[in-house]
């Protein structure tokens, strides 16, 4: 198997590490943004999120298996875009919401399915540093998918508000989406005091 990685940055390197360690016989080789007409089985892209939808379409367009760090995209128009192309292509795409595979995410989805309604979700994560990258896009994404697949549909109601810090170029980002009478509370950003992640859950 070929695959392609694109991207060249810290964690296009945690990506390709790990498959040479658990996966030696694939063939791994690192390509530019623009599509390239070497052959491969499957890309990986480890971009910065502003450029995942076109990267993303040009091998979707050729029919190639697309494994997309997240998020997806950073636009409504963009992800509606990349839906419809895969409405014609039927090609398989990932997107890297690692936490979803996490067994202690699934043990905690579990219990809740088992006390049934949701009062509220507080999920909050994030770490100090890596200030050139938004924290929206950087670790939001992951607290909003755990959300969205503990409800198994949208909110109804948004709500977001930075803050931005006046010693660094950081910023803490709070995030509300509202189901109902239910909703999740998300804190996160690059300001914190040391790397964290929790989520809780109130049934």
């Known amino acids: 198997m070929r695959l392609a990685i694109i991207g060249k940055g810290y964690w296009s390197g945690v990506i390709k590490r790990t498959l040479e360690q658990h996966f030696p016989d694939i063939c791994l080789f690192v390509l530019g943004r623009e599509r390239e007409s070497q052959a491969v089985d499957g890309v990986i892209i480890a971009t910065p999120p502003n450029t995942h939808a076109k990267i993303a379409r040009q091998y979707i367009a050729d029919s190639i298996p697309v494994f997309i760090e997240k998020p997806l995209c950073t636009s409504y128009e963009d992800a509606k875009e990349i839906v419809a192309d895969l409405e014609v292509r039927n090609v398989p795409v990932l997107v890297d919401h690692t936490y979803l595979f996490d067994s202690r995410y699934q043990r ?3 219990e809740v399915k088992r006390h049934g309604k949701i009062h509220s979700i507080q999920s909050w994560g994030g770490n100090y540093g890596q200030f050139k990258y938004d924290p929206l896009w950087d670790y939001a994404p992951h607290d909003v998918a755990m959300c969205l697949d503990i409800f198994g549909e949208y909110p109804g109601q948004t709500v977001l508000r930075r803050m931005r810090s006046h010693v660094t170029s950081g910023e803490a980002i709070f995030l ?16 914190f005091a040391s790397r964290s992640r929790r989520c809780m859950v109130r049934c």
């Open 108 to 110: 905690m989805k579990e």
């Open 176 to 191: 509300w989406l509202a189901w109902f009478d239910t909703v999740a509370e998300i804190i996160t950003g690059n300001i």
